[in-house]
């Protein structure tokens, strides 16, 4: 089965916004064994969506839209797509009464009459709550053929997809995909890979494809078959071998679980309680921990000490340390880790001290240096990292890092 | 003059890859006053780019194609061109120079048989030599119309883009674009067109865009005009019209400035300090401070509160605060602020508590409902608001109403 996506938004053909609902939608189009031939990014213009929806029509089974359900008039992909399958624009009583709520709920926002055109869906058409926003999702079924609108912002669509879309187009299909995910940190791709180029090599049936994220490798193991029992069968023994030979590096293999609840089931299972001490990081690594709801049982408090000063106030790094070692050094992200400890009453402490740029690099400590420390059962563990890219990046992996040390310190004491 | 952009390459079709190419070539085209009206992501398959390629000349003046130029089989970018141009590809003796040179200076790699399909150009075109890699840019012109294209690495095109292909573009055009941006915050998007419904109708040049982000609205006036000067002129009593409706909801009207930069710019100025207070929000408040570069000099400190007992203990939010208006209250958000600034003799502090979900909502405190308190000159003020969407967009927009909170004390204060 054949789907095309296509990007609505003068946003995008201005550059302001980076299209990462494309790669997003893509990558799971990819998972379905969907065939993806193209993809194509139009303005808020009309004429032209309403050509580009047309060729896509002629071309493939399903066509993705995004974006352009707003509540503004320059919003149109809805009346494009109404005009291009013959439909009239009807008021949806259901979503008017869910915006209704949702503005009810908040107290920033004022219903607007521009706001009521959110209601209009197209004859006929299967409208798919937004739990994150007041455009609908909306689905045209006719002649054999899909167009599927989805919201543009991405913690509308990602949501809305993965809970409806995904399964919709699941049942499209006349031949069953199934895949299943094995999650790899503290290992780089090229690594990996080669670990693997004989698996890759000879499999046809699950197929096996890497896929690098910051600080982490997703093996995408897919089978085709007729049904999901048989899939499974089939991606059994793979996943079983991937297992076996990445060992620890594996920290899950459910689709939806991320490093941070791989670590926090970990802390929980351990009846463990964390502090974080973040300089560069800033409360990254903080706020990706307080991402997993339920944190609260093993995550209780965080510091972020910017400053010197803070550090030695609020962590009881020693003077003569930031004197001798400096501020970005071992010993720092030691003393970091174990004041965190002792200033809580926790079981462990992870710390984060680096030059994430673009400033404060020097011959000796150049840009990207990072030192991640780890305290826990009176010992202190501590790794030097040297990060490439920009400060975003360097913050990022950092933070990755620190969750990856996490896990490997608990496993090391724990085994479990 | 119309521009058209073609991504070409399987890994952004198969979600591998976010396309960062295309926002790019976009922004840069936007600037240079192009019309970009399509984009379009296609697979190395060569009759799928043949026919991509083909309706892309027809209706624009120059299309810029990306990737397919590296030494594999499946790199046909070139050869697609030349056959749609019907032209032959003849090797380039300048450019197998390069490459040879290239590879001299590399100790890693090493020349094999397919590098000098490389050097393989369409007969008469325009050479664009890569200072970062092996496949050079070519310039096909024909029939006023020209195909670039540009090799995929983005450390590869975004050099050759501004050393050559900016200035090869800007000669092509008899006229330009200019725009600017009005950045607001503590306003809804469909209140801020509604107040400038009578701008937008009205105004053809400069046109009027808004952009809705998350606690932000970005208001776009583009101009088109002769020259800069001309479209200056243009754009300036249309900014200034603006700037006097929305007042001090007007953050920014610097096109790479963030709302957490004009917050820093604001505490710099004034020479305060702050200190963050987070509970729901874990540190994605610090973290989105830290972002800005020289933070330093404001910000030292932060504290992740999670806990009841880390709010007593770290901030001396009061134990019958707790007990009688529990940890998500006007009350404790108060008391959070000012116990932040007299842990750490900072002049502000900014505290946020609220349920984030998807547990912990009561009908009295449901899930969305957070506390934002700002303390400064022994004042502290507090607002209370009830956010819609899951975990992650709670938190997102607490971060963007924390300092928006922040920014409206820190005015109401120092009024500059």
Redesign the interface.
Known sequence: MVVELISVG???????????N?????????ALGLS????????D?FN?LEE?LQVALNRSDVVILTGGL?????DLTKEVAAKVMGKALVEDTHTKERITE?FN???????????WKQALIPEGAIVVDN???TAPGIIIEENNKSIIMLPG?P?ELI?MFMEEIYGYLNKLQPEIIYSQIVKLCGIGESTAETMIQDLISEQSNPTI?P??KVGEVHLRVTAKARDEEEAKKLIKPVVKELKARFGNNVFSTDENETLEEAVIKLLTKNELTLT?A?S????????R???V????EV?????????N??KRK?LSVQKSTLKKFGAVSEKTAKEMAKGGVFA?DSDLCVSITGIA???GGTEEKPVGLVYIACYINDKVTVKEFHFKGN??KI?EQSVVRALTLLRECILDVYNK
Do not use: H, W
């Not at 993806?36 to 303005?43: A, D, I, S």
């Not at 709920?105 to 706001?115: A, D, F, G, H, L």
């Open positions: 003068t946003e995008l053909l201005l550059g302001n916004t980076v299209n990462t494309a790669s997003f939608l893509a990558e799971k189009c990819a993806l031939y193209y993809q194509t990014t139009v303005g213009n032209r580009t707003g509540p503004t008039q320059d949702y709920k908040s107290q920033v926002k004022t219903i607007t009459e521009n706001n739990n994150n926003g912002p913690n949501p494809a896929y690098a974080t973040e560069c990081t800033g409360g990254m690594l903080a706020a921990l307080v991402n709801p339920g944190v609260s995550f209780r408090q965080g510091f972020i000490t910017y400053s000063k803070s609020i809580t740029g673009p400033d400060r975003a913050r």
